[in-house]
């Protein structure tokens, strides 16, 4: 069975940090473009970072400078290390593979829980 387990939320103050990690069980990332989702309370579902099978990242503007997405193949553990948090930041986040049909897909699951505090 395919999962992928979403970890390390929490509450913070703005300002403060927290690691996201994104555990796989029954997968491998070797070959997949990867994700973190996020989705605030009467908001959509949006693209905060991404990191292709090369390596390559990208990100969302506001979170650019200040979020860091990473892989560790061996581990089979993708993270979203997050700094300088703002309130706006605050959401359920979620990870997932490229290949999804509708935005909508990537916000589903479980996730895990960010709340920052101004």
């Known amino acids: 069975e395919v999962a992928l387990v979403e970890s390390g939320g929490g509450s913070v103050q703005a300002g403060g940090s927290l690691r996201l990690s994104c555990t796989a069980s029954?997968?491998?990332?070797?070959?997949?473009?990867m994700g973190w989702y996020r989705q605030a309370p009467g908001n959509e579902c949006e693209l905060v970072s991404h990191i292709s099978s090369d390596g390559t990242t990208a990100y969302s503007e506001p979170v650019k400078g200040r979020f860091t997405i990473s892989m560790d193949h061996a581990k089979i553990t993708m993270y979203l290390q997050m700094t300088s948090l703002k309130p706006e930041d605050t959401a359920v986040y979620y990870c997932?593979?490229?290949?999804?049909?509708?935005?909508?897909?990537?916000?589903r699951g479980r996730g895990t829980q960010v709340t920052v505090s101004s």
């Open positions: 029954g997968y491998t990332f070797d070959d997949s473009d």
């Open positions: 997932a593979p490229d290949g999804r049909p509708r935005l909508e897909f990537y916000c």
